[in-house]
C-alpha cells in the first residue's frame, strides 16, 4: 500500500496548501448553521415551561462547552503525535488550538454563570462541573503561557505537549461529574444513552448549533494553522515564495 498521502500531512507547505483550501468549506456551512440555529432556538423555539426564555442561553452555552473539551481532545493528541513521532506539524495544530479552546471555554463559564444567577441566584457555585470547565480555561492558557515563557521552540513542543497529555484525565471529570458527585448542575439532556429528553422543535436547533460551533472551530483552526507553519518556517524557502 501507498503511503505517500499520509507522510504528506509531516509536510508543512503541503499542509498549508491544503488548510487554505479547505477552509471556506467549513467556514460558509458554519456560517449559515449558525445562523439557522440562532433562528430557530431564539425565535422559534417555544419558551421552557420551567425557566421560560431564560433556557435559550443554552443554545450557545452546551456548544461552546462542546467545542471546548473537543479542542482540547484535538490539541492533546496533536501534542501526544508531535511528540511522540516529531512531527512539526502536529506541534503547530496542537498551539493553534490553545487559544481558540481558551474563548470556548471562557465563552461556556460566562454564560453559565448568566444562566445561573436568575436561575441559581448566584452567578457561581463550586459545583464539580463548574470547577472542571474552569480548570480546563486554566489548562488551555498554562499550555499558552508555557509556550510563551521558553523561547527554544523544540523545547516549547515538548514541554507544552506534556501539560497537554496530562491535562487529558480533566475530560472524563468534565463530562461524568454531573454522574459522580452531587452536583446541582443540569444532567444531560442530549449526549446519553436513551432519548434526547428535549422536545424536537427546541433539539433541532441546538444540534444544528453544535455542528454550526464545531465547523467553525475547524475553520478558525486552519486559518490560525496556516499562521502558525508561516510563523515556524518563515526562514524555508517555500515560505519566501508564499509571500513574494
Not at 86 to 114: E, P, Y
Not at 178 to 199: C, F, G, L
Request: with cysteine; charged share 15%; net charge positive.
Amino acid at each position: 500500500m501507498d503511503w505517500t498521502w499520509f507522510h504528506k500531512f509531516g509536510s508543512p507547505p503541503h499542509v498549508y496548501r491544503l488548510a487554505g483550501t479547505l477552509t471556506p468549506w467549513f467556514a460558509w456551512p458554519a456560517g449559515l448553521l449558525i445562523a439557522a440555529a440562532l433562528y430557530g432556538g431564539l425565535v422559534l423555539a417555544p419558551p421552557d415551561y420551567q425557566q421560560g426564555d431564560g433556557f435559550r442561553i443554552i443554545y450557545v452555552h452546551a456548544p461552546s462547552a462542546w467545542v471546548s473539551t473537543m479542542v482540547y481532545a484535538v490539541m492533546a493528541t496533536s501534542a501526544a503525535i508531535g511528540l511522540i513521532w516529531r512531527m512539526k506539524v502536529a506541534h503547530a495544530v496542537a498551539a493553534s488550538c490553545a487559544g481558540i479552546g481558551a474563548s470556548f471555554t471562557a465563552a461556556s463559564l460566562v454564560t453559565g454563570m448568566l444562566w445561573g444567577e436568575p436561575m441559581w441566584g448566584t452567578w457561581w457555585v463550586w459545583d464539580p462541573r463548574l470547577v472542571a470547565q474552569l480548570v480546563l480555561l486554566f489548562l488551555f492558557v498554562g499550555y499558552v503561557g508555557l509556550r510563551s515563557a521558553i523561547d527554544d521552540l523544540g523545547r516549547a513542543d515538548r514541554a507544552s505537549a506534556v501539560l497537554a497529555i496530562v491535562g487529558v484525565v480533566n475530560l472524563p471529570i468534565i463530562r461524568y461529574s454531573v454522574e459522580w458527585w452531587n452536583s446541582i448542575h443540569q444532567a444531560p439532556s442530549v449526549m446519553k444513552m436513551d432519548r434526547p429528553s428535549m422536545p424536537i422543535d427546541m433539539l433541532a436547533p441546538l444540534l444544528m448549533m453544535l455542528l454550526g460551533f464545531t465547523l467553525f472551530f475547524a475553520a478558525v483552526l486552519l486559518v490560525r494553522l496556516r499562521a502558525e507553519l508561516l510563523r515556524r518556517e518563515r526562514a524555508a524557502a517555500w515560505v519566501k515564495e508564499v509571500v513574494s
